[in-house]
């Protein structure tokens, strides 16, 4: 077995409490004005943008350093056309269909139905894909640890560095997804994980009027 190589921690600078605190709390206050967003834009994005930003996504950690993500950024018109069409179909039969009452109960306040309008509008898509295993150059299935977990930390990543940018973002999730390894041409052995929507705004868009629970209801301290 190949000994473990390890290297100086790097471009790591001490800081005081103070600027901890001068720091998350400057960070607090953009992140909370993350909004979902379901009316975007056409307004085009360079691609140098989403590339800066899926850099970020893949410099997540992950389970034993495997990085069982694979994500595609879609902006050709066709795609998300058809990417658009097999969506709802998945939508509307979810709505009317399979999705219990307290589903759709809890998914009243958002006013959300099987119409998905920004799959088409919203200049960039970005796919993402779960590896539960990779394929060794012989074929053989080799599993990936954690890999939900670690997608689900690289996407995070993804959607802060959307909203630095200035972007919006919406987190949309048809079930099932299959229809995505087709259209985007993925191999089997990839799941997808996620579809995420981001643009501009719409000048007009509206968010539905919710709140957080209180801090104390989610988070707790043992001193």
Same mark, same amino acid.
């Given at each position: 077995?190949?000994?473990?190589?390890?290297?100086?921690?790097?471009?790591?600078l001490p800081v005081s409490d103070e600027q901890l605190k001068e720091r998350?709390?400057?960070?607090?206050?953009?992140?909370?004005?993350?909004?979902?967003?379901?009316?975007?834009? +056409?307004?085009? =994005?360079?691609? #140098?943008?989403?590339?800066?930003?899926?850099?970020? /996504?893949?410099? *997540?950690?992950?389970?034993?350093?495997?990085?069982?993500?694979?994500?595609?950024?879609?902006?050709?018109?066709?795609?998300?056309?058809?990417?658009?069409?097999?969506?709802?179909?998945?939508?509307?039969?979810?709505?009317?269909?399979?999705?219990?009452?307290?589903?759709?109960?809890?998914?009243?306040?958002?006013?959300?139905?099987?119409?998905?309008?920004?799959?088409?509008?919203?200049?960039?898509?970005?796919?993402?894909?779960?590896?539960?295993?990779?394929?060794?150059?012989?074929?053989?299935?080799?599993?990936?640890?954690?890999?939900?977990? +670690?997608?689900? =930390?690289?996407? #995070?990543?993804?959607?802060?560095?959307?909203?630095? /940018?200035?972007? *919006?973002?919406?987190?949309?999730?048809?079930?099932?997804?299959?229809?995505?390894?087709?259209?985007?041409?993925?191999?089997?052995?990839?799941?997808?994980?996620?579809?995420?929507?981001?643009?501009?705004?719409?000048?007009?868009?509206?968010?539905?009027?919710?709140?957080?629970?209180?801090?104390?209801?989610?988070?707790?301290?043992?001193?």
């Amino acid at each position: 077995m190949t000994k473990p190589r390890f290297i100086p921690l790097p471009e790591f600078l001490p800081v005081s409490d103070e600027q901890l605190k001068e720091r998350l709390t400057e960070f607090r206050k953009m992140m909370l004005q993350r909004r979902t967003v379901r009316e975007f834009s +056409s307004q085009p =994005i360079p691609r #140098g943008v989403i590339e800066e930003c899926l850099r970020i /996504a893949v410099s *997540a950690p992950s389970g034993a350093n495997l990085q069982p993500w694979h994500f595609v950024a879609i902006s050709d018109p066709e795609v998300k056309r058809e990417i658009r069409t097999a969506a709802e179909e998945e939508e509307r039969q979810f709505y009317k269909e399979r999705a219990p009452a307290e589903w759709l109960e809890a998914l009243r306040p958002l006013g959300t139905d099987w119409r998905k309008p920004f799959l088409e509008i919203a200049p960039w898509l970005i796919a993402i894909f779960s590896q539960p295993y990779r394929l060794s150059p012989k074929g053989k299935k080799m599993k990936h640890y954690y890999a939900t977990e +670690s997608v689900g =930390i690289a996407t #995070g990543f993804l959607i802060s560095a959307i909203h630095h /940018a200035g972007l *919006a973002s919406l987190t949309h999730t048809p079930s099932p997804m299959a229809f995505l390894n087709r259209i985007l041409q993925r191999p089997s052995f990839e799941k997808p994980f996620l579809l995420l929507v981001v643009g501009h705004p719409s000048p007009r868009a509206r968010v539905p009027a919710i709140a957080r629970k209180r801090r104390n209801e989610m988070t707790s301290f043992l001193e």
